[in-house]
């Protein structure tokens, strides 16, 4: 198995003649080096184990070595597949096999009867799904250490490029580019509020004139519309038709990866990662009543079809909870839509629907409990009835002074809830679908005009992606696979190439930088129809299609010749491309209709695209003599005599922006941009006196910091003032683990950076007091945790979490793993911890052996070195940092 808790799960379900071991995910993979992967030598691939998964598999094989058979029992997919594979060859490598049986067993829950039916049906290792993982690997690689250093070289601030991550990326940076050009269209519409005889009212919209059809954008100015409004305003209006037809919604087939992804996003607000994190947990188990129970199956598929007696079983839950009228005579069948879709594994569903939400609520935590209720609804519904409805359409004649114009009124009533009884799907977009009722109209009918609406509107620009509909549109357009959605735009945060504001992905200027280098000298690898392709012969190699190495060879073939092409390219070539292709969005039209490419200091020099130590900026072509330079995008008329900085400052010629003087001391306050990010600095450095300085808070823009942000900044800690029960002062501040306040050496955490500013002494009071019946600790140096998580579930002793010099960490043992950005201590539970120790476990590297004779060795050592050693030495730490920052995806 992957997972620890998995494996003592099964092991009680299979007895103790069973001994079930956990690889804890992969044991082995390609080192992050040049050379793991070689083209010239038939995509050899070298594979190494990290010292713990070493480990590992060498207990693993002493184990083989003394049982009756061996049984690899990783998960259903790809990835389950390729785990198996590496297993199975490092225990032939140690000959811990012979002459013994080795079956592989898949399920797809962790429930006693998957298991145990599993387990009569092995199988062989599927090679055809090894060989794909194997393509897909190598391809992985070879784009990520060939491209990512051409990126280092041409593009400045370019972190890397992915073969998979980079086609996402443009997806998000073309649907900026159509909101930037989007051109407002105004439009009007014109509404009519009417009466029935019996005076009940409705609405209807103008949706012809004069035999010609309007549609929506079809009355364009004012005057149109005061035209149709008058001769409105002055016409009869007759009812010539009623037109009233029943029709069903039907339910939404179960979920797979990608749609509960999408829902979980819009109902819950949950992140695509948080989402399969949470997944994880209650497909693996959960305690109930003393055992652990995997509430629901495997969540990475791209299927939607349900084992026959799940289907039985959700029938019976429909039969005991609604009415009879709510279950359908025969059971769904549902296909999927998807493109490429490849897996065999079923939908998403509750591994019994017999536990329903509110009776296994209490055994999770509030995250938990929600995921599933959204799981369990959406798996119920999609085998119950259709809801029914009976919509209404009504044609109204207005004959005004010769005029003849078309209203129409439109409703739908629900006459039987069906499976809207339990779930309904949220949507991305509002629709126009009108679900009001209209009251009884018959044709013929003369109405009563009550009053007349022209309303003036405007068309709106496409909406960017959310995480949710990003997700849905790579799988119709088949890019990624079910388990690569939600690493995919982690990897487009963690590089900084797209930040996420209101919901919606925005992406970074360098995240736009990287996209029009790639669009302009690699196109062909970041079309959306090559890298579907790809994925397709992927899919085909699972399929046993087509042959692995085949694949490869194609690709390499031409990617290899067109790296090769970009070795001679210069950087004017590279700014010259990229000022063509990013000309709307860092050029944009001026008001005045002037050339938006003119220096607004000098007058006589253009603009353009210039890389510096921090990055990209926009400078004048007169430089030196003109130093007006900006960030990517204008904003305002603001400009700088100097180069452009990080995070879209704009900083001087020495990397530095002066704000403002201090009116308390009459020191500069600058604007600066170091190792660690933008921060403000009150003054010079005078001898060994530092001067003041204050790193900017999470959020915070370098562009949009003035002077008197910076003062407040260089003005923290503030203190709020004394407590009232032993006078002693409180302050708040930013700190390690963000906004803070501070009494008595006692830390409470603020919900934003902006309460620092504002804070007053009750909020303050009231803040410690929730911290301190929380059970909050003194704040102290040293080895004090910040809380105490539980017992490592395999290993035993407690799992901490530590305040540390470089961010906050967790710890078993001796092993310290640090926090990534996106995990706050606060929010870190005992599984995660569990896996960020095993991780870094894995990463510590081995004792070096003692040497039996050292002077000797050490005098044999000396006198074999060759005298450039010494400078080759200094160089690896470089050579083995620039290496693993080419890991792309």
């Avoid at 992967?37 to 998964?53: G, H, N």
């Avoid at 058979?69 to 225990?91: C, F, K, N």
């Avoid at 942000?709 to 032993?726: N, T, W």
């Avoid at 050592?861 to 920052?885: G, L, S």
Wanted: hydrophobic share 35%; glycine share 8%; charged share 30%.
């Amino acid at each position: 198995m992957e997972s620890p808790a998995k494996a003592k799960t099964i092991n009680k379900y299979l007895g103790s003649a069973y001994q079930v071991v956990a690889s804890y995910g992969h044991v082995r993979d390609l080192p992050s080096k040049d050379g793991s992967v070689l083209p010239d030598e038939d995509f050899a691939m070298s594979w190494e184990a990290d010292p713990k998964s070493a480990k590992r598999l060498t207990e693993m094989a002493a184990m083989a070595k003394t049982a009756d058979r061996i049984i690899l029992a990783t998960d259903p997919d790809r990835e389950g597949e390729a785990i198996s594979w590496h297993v199975l060859e490092v225990l032939k490598q140690k000959r811990a096999l012979k002459d013994k049986p080795v079956e592989r067993v898949v399920f797809n829950a962790i429930t006693k009867q998957a298991v145990l039916e599993a387990m009569k049906n092995p199988r062989p290792i599927d090679e055809a799904l090894v060989d794909a993982y194997l393509a897909r690997r190598a391809l992985d690689y070879l784009v990520g250490f060939t491209l990512s250093p051409v990126l280092w070289r041409k593009l400045p601030g370019a972190r890397s490029a992915g073969r998979v991550q980079s086609v996402a990326l443009r997806l998000v940076c073309d649907r900026e580019s159509e909101i930037e050009s989007f051109k407002r269209r105004e439009y009007w519409s014109l509404v009519a509020r009417l009466a029935t005889p019996r005076g009940d009212e409705f609405e209807a919209r103008l949706v012809g004139a004069d035999g010609k059809k309007i549609a929506r954008l079809d009355v364009g100015t004012a005057e149109e519309a005061e035209a149709f409004r008058q001769a409105l305003d002055a016409g009869r209006y007759t009812v010539a038709d009623v037109e009233s037809k029943p029709a069903k919604r039907h339910p939404f087939a179960p979920f797979t990866t990608s749609t509960l992804q999408q829902e979980a996003s819009r109902k819950l607000g949950f992140a695509p990662n948080r989402t399969m994190q949470i997944a994880q947990r209650l497909y693996e188990g959960v305690d109930i009543g003393g055992e652990t129970v995997g509430l629901i199956t495997y969540m990475r598929t791209d299927g939607v079809d349900m084992a026959p007696e799940a289907v039985v079983a959700l029938r019976g839950v429909i039969g005991q909870d609604f009415s009879p009228r709510h279950l359908p005579d025969a059971p769904r069948r549902y296909q999927v839509k998807a493109k490429n879709a490849q897996e065999a594994h079923e939908a998403i569903r509750p591994t019994d629907p017999s536990r329903r939400p509110r009776e296994v609520s209490r055994h999770l935590d509030a995250d938990q409990a929600r995921l599933y209720e959204l799981i369990w609804k959406r798996t119920v519904a999609s085998q119950m009835e259709s809801a029914e409805l009976q919509r209404t359409s009504v044609d109204i004649l207005v004959e005004a002074g010769g005029r003849k114009l078309d209203l129409r009124a439109s409703g739908q009533v629900l006459t039987f809830d069906g499976f809207l009884a339990l779930y309904n799907e949220d949507k991305d977009e509002e629709g126009d679908e009108e679900d009001g009722r209209l009251p009884r109209i018959e044709k013929g009918e003369t109405l009563e005009k009550r009053a007349i609406e022209a309303n003036q509107h405007f068309t709106e620009p496409p909406p960017r992606y959310s995480e949710a509909t990003l997700v849905k549109r790579m799988e119709e357009l088949g890019i990624g696979r079910p388990s690569t959605y939600a690493a995919t735009l982690t990897v487009l945060r963690d590089r900084e190439y797209v930040k996420i504001e209101k919901k919606r992905l925005v992406p970074e200027d360098k995240g736009r930088l990287v996209t029009a280098f790639l669009q302009s000298f690699f196109a062909r690898y970041v079309e959306y129809d090559f890298t579907a392709d790809l994925e397709e012969k992927l899919d085909q190699i699972s399929a046993g299609e087509i042959a692995w190495k085949d694949v490869l060879r194609e690709f390499w073939q031409q990617f290899s010749a067109n790296v090769g092409e970009t070795k001679d390219l210069r950087v004017t070539q590279v700014l010259d491309a990229l000022n063509d292709l990013l000309g709307p969005h860092i050029f944009p039209e001026r008001a005045d209709g002037g050339d938006p490419r003119a220096c607004p200091n000098c007058g006589t020099g253009k603009l353009s695209l210039k890389l510096g130590k921090f990055g990209a900026f926009i400078g004048c072509s007169n430089y030196p003599e003109c130093r007006y330079t900006r960030q990517l995008v204008a904003q305002g008329d603001e400009a700088s005599p100097g180069e452009g900085g990080e995070n879209g400052a704009v900083l001087g010629v020495d990397g530095t922006k002066v704000l403002g003087k201090d009116p308390e001391t009459g020191l500069d306050v600058t604007l600066r941009s170091g190792r660690f990010g933008a921060y403000v600095q009150l003054g010079e450095a005078e001898g060994k006196e530092k001067p003041k300085r204050s790193s900017l808070p999470k959020g915070w823009e370098a562009a949009s910091i003035d002077l008197e942000k910076a003062l407040s900044l260089l003005a923290l800690p503030r203190e709020v003032g004394l407590h009232p029960e032993d006078g002693k002062p409180i302050q708040a501040g930013i700190g390690r683990y963000g906004p803070f306040v501070l009494h008595d050496g006692k830390y409470a955490n603020l919900d934003s950076v902006d309460e620092v500013f504002t804070v007053g002494l009750n909020r303050a009071v009231s803040v410690i007091a929730e911290k301190a019946a929380r059970g909050g600790r003194p704040a102290r140096a040293g080895a004090e945790p910040l809380k105490t998580l539980g017992d490592h579930p395999t290993l035993g002793g407690p799992v901490t979490v530590h305040a540390g010099k470089y961010g906050p960490y967790v710890k078993h043992g001796a092993v310290n793993a640090t926090l990534p950005k996106t995990l706050p201590p606060e929010s870190v539970t005992l599984d995660a911890a569990v896996a960020l120790i095993a991780e870094k476990a894995g990463k510590a590297p081995a004792p070096k052996a003692r040497a039996t004779k050292p002077k000797a060795a050490a005098k044999a050592t000396a006198a074999k070195a060759p005298a450039v050693k010494k400078a080759t030495t200094a160089k690896a730490p470089a050579k083995k940092a620039a290496a693993k920052k080419a890991s792309a995806e």
